[in-house]
């Protein structure tokens, strides 16, 4: 009889956490809204175990910080409940949480809130958080390869149904060429390092994890969407439960004024160094989490801003469109059922940020999609 290896403290650690985040999902029971006054708003976020304690990514964990928005709900006779979903099961953990009526509010990938919206969950987009997260591709050491051209033939890892699967399909598709011109390795962003460094797979499509390989020495980088159109970036926002939202404007708005809150906060130089930093508390290095936010033209103050721009509205249609196309959702989603403009407005009036951002936040230069050059 084989002799079962004991796991490790990281894999012991993701297990815990994973079963804190569906106990805390299962702990709020099914509640129609039936238009009663809600007395909880439950907000669900990427989290990361950081010494011993739960720390939320990105926006929510400035809006818990703040303490601004739970002090405001107090004054109405409303909790403030917070659901960590860990990184790895996010987009699926947060869509049955949805589903179950059991989370209200969550910021999350453009991916994942189309699947949902897709099996019925009516999910509305009442705040956009920036402009997007940058793809790198890259490929292993030794390989001669310079373009996604020079990889036809090649295995290419890349998680599918992830939100980075939009902009591989979208370099290929610039590049006149299909993905069956590849061997598509479906495999964790996780497992991706072990399976460059032994030859399993001659490249990767990631996120930022493909700049931390190339500091490691484990690949090098060839192309990242810093030379693609703005829509090509995967996006996050902040998302809504449709018939929450319409059942408590008023609590919705306290929401979107939190978040608009936390990203005017975000968006200062003098908080940069802050916000780098805590965005390192997850798995990334300080200078991996710099390095993606440099030289992509992006102004650091419109990286956070919560404007509809035509470019957002451009990339979940097209967002929809392929995972349509792709087989990925079974009905194609309404984008403008999907975008909910009603908070963002008087988020930004109350707060005395009109004027804050540009309206149309300015696209950067950018180089041909399919150029070989590396980020």
């Known amino acids: 009889m084989a002799i079962q290896k004991p796991r490790s403290i990281k894999a012991w650690a993701i297990g815990a956490v994973v079963l804190i985040a569906v106990v805390a999902l299962a702990a709020f029971q099914f509640r129609g809204d039936g238009g009663a006054k809600a007395k909880t708003v439950t907000i669900a976020g990427i989290a990361y175990p950081f010494e011993r304690r739960q720390v939320y990514n990105g926006l929510t964990g400035v809006v818990i910080r703040d303490g601004w928005l739970k002090a405001e709900l107090a004054k109405r006779g409303v909790a403030l409940a917070l659901t960590p979903v860990p990184t790895a099961v996010g987009g699926p953990l947060i869509n049955e949480g949805f589903s179950g009526k059991r989370i209200d509010f969550a910021a999350y990938g453009d991916f994942p809130a189309i699947i949902a919206i897709s099996g019925g969950v009516p999910l509305r987009l009442v705040a956009p958080t920036g402009q997007g997260l940058h793809s790198y591709l890259v490929v292993r050491n030794g390989l001669a390869a310079r373009s996604i051209a020079d990889l036809k033939g090649k295995r290419i890892a890349l998680h599918r149904g992830r939100p980075w699967e939009l902009p591989f399909s979208k370099l290929i598709d610039a590049s006149g060429?299909?993905?069956?011109?590849?061997k598509i390795v479906n495999i964790?962003?996780?497992?991706?390092?072990?399976?460059?460094?032994?030859?399993?797979?001659?490249?990767?499509?990631?996120?930022?994890?493909?700049?931390?390989?190339?500091?490691?020495?484990?690949?090098?980088?060839?192309w990242s969407t810093k030379q693609a159109p703005a829509d090509w970036r995967m996006r996050a926002e902040l998302f809504g439960r449709g018939d929450f939202v319409d059942a408590n404007p008023e609590l919705t708005q306290l929401v979107v004024d939190a978040y608009v809150r936390a990203a005017a906060w975000s968006a200062q130089d003098a908080n940069r160094d802050r916000v780098i930093k805590d965005a390192a508390r997850g798995a990334m290095p300080v200078e991996i989490i710099a390095r993606d936010y440099a030289n992509d033209g992006i102004p650091w103050r419109e990286r956070?801003?919560?404007?509809?721009?035509?470019?957002?509205?451009?990339h979940y249609r097209s967002a929809a469109d392929y995972a349509f196309e792709r087989g990925l959702v079974r009905?194609?989603?309404?984008?403008?059922?999907?975008?909910?403009?009603?908070?963002?407005a008087p988020a930004l009036r109350d707060a005395k940020l009109e004027g804050f951002w540009s309206p149309t936040a300015p696209a950067p230069a950018q180089a041909q999609a399919a150029a070989p050059k590396a980020s």
């Open 177 to 182: 060429l299909k993905q069956s011109d590849f």
């Open 304 to 314: 956070f801003s919560p404007a509809f721009t035509r470019e957002l509205v451009d």
């Open 331 to 344: 009905n194609k989603v309404d984008v403008d059922k999907l975008i909910d403009r009603r908070f963002v």
């Open 188 to 222: 964790n962003p996780a497992a991706t390092p072990a399976a460059l460094a032994s030859g399993n797979v001659d490249a990767a499509f990631l996120l930022s994890d493909g700049l931390l390989l190339e500091q490691k020495g484990a690949g090098r980088v060839i």
